[in-house]
């Protein structure tokens, strides 16, 4: 046969084979699909300076660009085993049996694996076999027959159809057959296993209509700029939201089957369930998260208001033990994280097991049904989503996710600042130029912003309403400018009177440091 087709065969049969495992693991467990397992998994081992190199050129774009590199090569991988089996249908076979295990591997080692995950891919590894030999068989008898047809006279020029213009017609048709069965079923899967989207609708109805919550004070009016100079919101939009983490398929546990277990090193264990939940005093808070991998300038950095029940109240119930420093969480996803005990024992502290999110229920992405949220803390060692599991322990005994991969144990946030206006290498008009930005020191809150122009004398910016300590504060200034290149610098002080550090220093282990810059250009 030729070897496009053949090609083209073994493209088909690896297209069906993940096709209908997606749509299986869509009918029965999302988790289980043997493409995003196969995906999780490259993740799961891939050496540190592979995921950083991955997150700082991708950004949140890392996972398509890995689904779709996968894709790739797989594609290349299943039209090699075509070319292969032109004559005959084993080495296809083979290749199309090793991609199938390597499903199950990734299934069977996922962080959360029930028996009925084992599904998804053995139907994919019979899909992908099926079809190879059927496509497979149906092109030999076709190009097999060839020079008998060849030397038949023309089918068109008199005589009925030949056979073998049939069988051509039966292969194509059945590999268009193929191809678009296999997306459809790919789609299938995709929107089966979509989701929690009627769980979080019942979540943001019953929160709204929920008296009794301790609102966050409204944000004032003066508190940013955002109206007058287009600069950052004070409450960022939930689609805006950053997002990081290591979930390649989000959970989809509903509220319903959701349920936390508080264990380890207390009193008197507890397993909370959505319903008790809300049946606790529940306050909303307006906190400003930060991620550890912020570059200094960078958008790791967002402000919602949260809506939750008061994780300290939480474990007086529970009753720590003396010596448990750590409170351990993992995800329904596996991912762990480990938080001091002592931080959010503090009362002032507020920290909260949240579930709404700027008054709806908690986007899928943002942790749906339940997450962590510490003020002051970076969220690799304390935000962890769709969480399932609480330990009290120590740091001694257990090690979390980003620990392993040799990012801190203890992480405060770092008193940072950015300039978000003017932009980077902008062109403005000369005369009075605005220089506007954030800055934030949670909890303890900003007390002062300077900012210099050209390596110029510090002068201090005008600070915005203060919403609480544990917010970002916007600033803003203005300076008379000429033309020309100029380079503008800005550092924050805390409310204790501590400045931001001026070393430079990357995200790697407990975040980055030194005074944010900023060239542009005035005309
Ligand atoms: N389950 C889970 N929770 C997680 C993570 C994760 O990878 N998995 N990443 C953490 C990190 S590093 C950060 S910065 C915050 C980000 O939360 P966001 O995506 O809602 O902004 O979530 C934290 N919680
Ligand atoms: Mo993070």
Not at 344 to 356: H, K, V, W
Request: glycine content about 12%; overall charge neutral; aromatic content about 8%.
């Amino acid at each position: 046969m030729p070897r496009g087709f053949a090609a083209l065969i073994g493209v088909l049969a690896v297209g069906a084979a993940l096709g209908v495992g997606h749509l299986v693991a869509g009918l029965i467990s999302p988790a289980s699909s043997p493409y995003l397992a196969v995906g999780d998994t490259v993740i799961r081992f891939s050496p540190e300076w592979l995921t950083e190199f991955a997150k700082s050129t991708f950004g949140t774009a890392d996972k398509p660009v890995l689904l779709g590199g996968m894709a790739v090569v797989i594609a290349l991988a299943a039209a090699a085993a075509g070319i292969a089996s032109r004559r005959s249908p084993r080495p296809g076979v083979a290749v199309v049996v090793v991609l199938g295990v390597l499903g199950f591997l990734a299934v069977i080692s996922a962080p959360v694996f029930a028996p009925l995950d084992l599904l998804a891919p053995a139907a994919s590894l019979a899909a992908g076999v099926v079809t190879f030999r059927g496509l497979h068989g149906l092109a030999l008898r076709t190009y097999g027959d060839r020079g008998a047809a060849d030397r038949s006279p023309d089918p068109g020029a008199g005589g009925p159809s030949g056979p073998a213009v049939s069988r051509r017609g039966v292969l194509i048709g059945s590999s268009a057959a193929v191809g678009v069965g296999a997306l459809a079923a790919g789609a299938g899967g995709f929107f089966l296993g979509r989701g929690v989207g009627d769980s979080r609708a019942q979540v943001t109805a019953r929160l709204a209509a929920l008296r009794g919550i301790e609102r966050a004070p409204a944000i004032p009016a003066g508190a940013a700029y955002a109206a007058e100079l287009g600069t950052t919101t004070f409450i960022t939009p939930n689609p805006d939201f950053y997002r990081i983490d290591v979930a390649l398929r989000i959970p989809t546990t509903s509220a319903a089957d959701w349920s936390l277990r508080i264990h380890g090193m207390v009193d008197n264990e507890i397993v909370l369930s959505f319903e008790d939940l809300l049946r606790r005093p529940l306050f909303e808070k307006t906190i400003t998260m930060t991620c550890v991998s912020n570059e200094v300038g960078g958008s790791l950095i967002s402000t919602a208001n949260f809506i939750g029940v008061s994780l300290r109240d939480l474990l007086l119930e529970a009753g720590v033990q003396p010596g448990a420093d750590q409170v351990f969480t993992t995800s329904i996803d596996g991912w762990t994280a480990g938080t001091p005990a002592d931080v959010i024992m503090r009362p002032d502290r507020d920290a909260l097991l949240a579930f709404g999110m700027n008054g709806e229920a908690l986007p899928p992405e943002h942790g749906f049904p339940v997450r962590m949220v510490v003020p002051g803390l970076y969220g690799f060692v304390s935000a962890t989503k769709w969480i399932a599991d609480m330990e009290l322990t120590t740091f001694d005994r257990r090690r979390s996710y980003w620990l392993e991969r040799g990012w801190a144990e203890k992480a405060p946030i770092k008193t940072q600042s950015r300039i978000d206006s003017p932009r980077g290498f902008a062109t403005v008009p000369a005369g009075k130029v605005s220089i506007a930005g954030i800055a934030w020191s949670q909890p303890a809150g900003i007390g002062k912003v300077e900012v210099r122009m050209d390596g110029g004398p510090w002068q201090p910016a005008e600070l915005a309403t203060e919403v609480s300590g544990d917010t970002w504060r916007m600033w803003r200034t203005e300076f008379d400018l000429g033309p020309g290149s100029h380079t503008v610098q800005a550092r924050a002080t805390d409310a204790h009177g501590v400045t931001q550090t001026e070393m430079r220093a990357g995200p790697i282990p407990d975040g980055a440091s030194g005074w944010p810059a900023t060239i542009f250009t005035v005309i």
